[in-house]
Structures are given as structure tokens and as C-alpha cells.
């Protein structure tokens, strides 16, 4: 099972990203998709969470400015970052519950900054 992050780069505050995670070697859908960060000298923590059937969670921290959405067909998921801040530089990894068993993609750097 190998999951691919893609997306992310240096965008100014109050820009946007999309984050883009493709999941292969995978056999029936994923149960529950989601985006987690580690910015540095912190945890990692929670971004936000998409189920098989569309249900969304978010931290409170980006609520109202990131959307997660997702793709059955290929599993794929994505994380629309919208009015982006400086707090939310942090490398982003995405995850995935498939059978019970968590996976983590290899994470992929978002820089905010003028």
C-alpha cells in the first residue's frame, strides 16, 4: 500500500493550495481518509477527516477556510486550503484507515509566507 502526496509549495497569507493524496495497492475503498500536520518543534496534529460516505470533520483551527473532499473511484483525496496563514506552514501528510489499518503517506511541505 503506498499513498502519494502531492500539492504542496510557498503561497503568500490569504492564498490558496491543493493538496491532492492517490492511494494504490489497495483492494475495495478506504474506509476513512483524511490530512494530518507537523509544523516544526510541534505534534503532529488533525487537519481534517472525509469518510466513505462524504462525512467531514475539521480541527478548529482550519475550519471554514480548508475543505477536504474525495474521489472513491480513485482513491484519491484532496485538501482545498483557502485564506491560508503564516501558522499554517507545517509539512501535511495524508492518511488512510483501510481493514483497521492505518497508512501514512510521506508528507509534503506547505510554506506560508510574504
Known amino acids: 500500500v503506498q499513498l502519494q502526496a502531492s500539492g504542496g509549495g510557498l503561497a503568500q497569507p490569504g492564498g490558496s493550495l491543493r493538496l491532492s493524496c492517490a492511494a494504490s495497492g489497495l483492494i475495495g475503498s478506504i474506509t476513512l481518509m483524511g490530512w494530518y500536520r507537523q509544523a516544526p518543534g510541534k505534534q503532529r496534529e488533525l487537519v481534517a477527516t472525509i469518510t466513505s460516505g462524504g462525512g467531514s470533520d475539521y480541527a478548529d483551527p482550519v475550519k471554514g477556510r480548508f475543505t477536504i473532499s474525495r474521489d472513491n473511484a480513485k482513491n484519491t483525496w484532496y485538501l482545498q486550503m483557502d485564506s491560508l496563514k503564516p501558522e499554517d506552514t507545517a509539512v501535511y501528510f495524508c492518511?488512510?484507515?483501510?481493514?483497521?489499518?492505518?497508512?501514512w503517506g510521506q508528507g509534503t511541505q506547505v510554506t506560508v509566507s510574504s
Open positions: 492518511h488512510a484507515v483501510h481493514w483497521l489499518v492505518g497508512y
